[in-house]
């Protein structure tokens, strides 16, 4: 990117990069990768929620935590968030790619995360506060669909979700437009609200 004087540039890699790699890691894996990324709304600090490649092949999340998103990280001692392949058998090949997004109305974080399943890729939510306890919603958009992210708030009364089809170009999608039941979304997020 710096090679072009015609543009500003937006972005730049940290010197340091990358900034956590699988020898980072407290326990064994392949490789670590493609985390969601926030700064935490009580404590300031930021979260990557990374993509870990076990020693299998198989890809789970893995949460690690900073002050500044650079340096002292501390990362969980376990895997954070694991494939269930019992209760949700889209995730028999692992689970990838997570898209974090703060919504207020819920209170809650959201995990738009890459489920992989026989069928090919689909699109999976996960909701929490702390990023210690989930709850899991399973599959929302069917295969082959990934890398998507659900926009911190509604849209004319409708959750949207930003998604990539495979093949195919990136999305911005309402629940009157999903393939599946319309009220699957809402239902997911609506029974998910805060409590009164």
Known sequence: ???????????????????????????PCNSVFNPGATRLVDSRQVLLLARVEDRSGI???????????????????????VPDRQRYPEEVWGIEDPRITWVPELE???????????????????????????ERYGMILPPEDKDA???????????????????????????ERFDFTRSTLEATLDKSGPSV
């Open 1 to 27: 990117m710096g090679q072009h004087r015609d543009y500003q540039e937006l972005l730049r890699r940290h010197a340091a990069n990358p900034i956590l790699k699988a020898a980072d890691w407290p326990y």
């Open 59 to 81: 890809s789970h999340l893995c949460a690690a935590w900073s002050p500044d998103g650079l340096s002292q990280w501390t990362i969980d001692p376990a895997p954070t968030l």
């Open 108 to 134: 809650r974080y959201a995990e738009v995360y890459t489920s992989c399943s026989r069928g090919g890729p689909g699109v999976s939510l996960a909701l929490t506060r702390d990023f210690r306890h989930f």
């Open 149 to 175: 992210a659900l926009f911190p708030c509604r849209f004319n009364g409708l959750w949207a979700i930003c998604h990539r089809p495979v093949p195919g170009s990136g999305h911005i999608v309402t629940p």
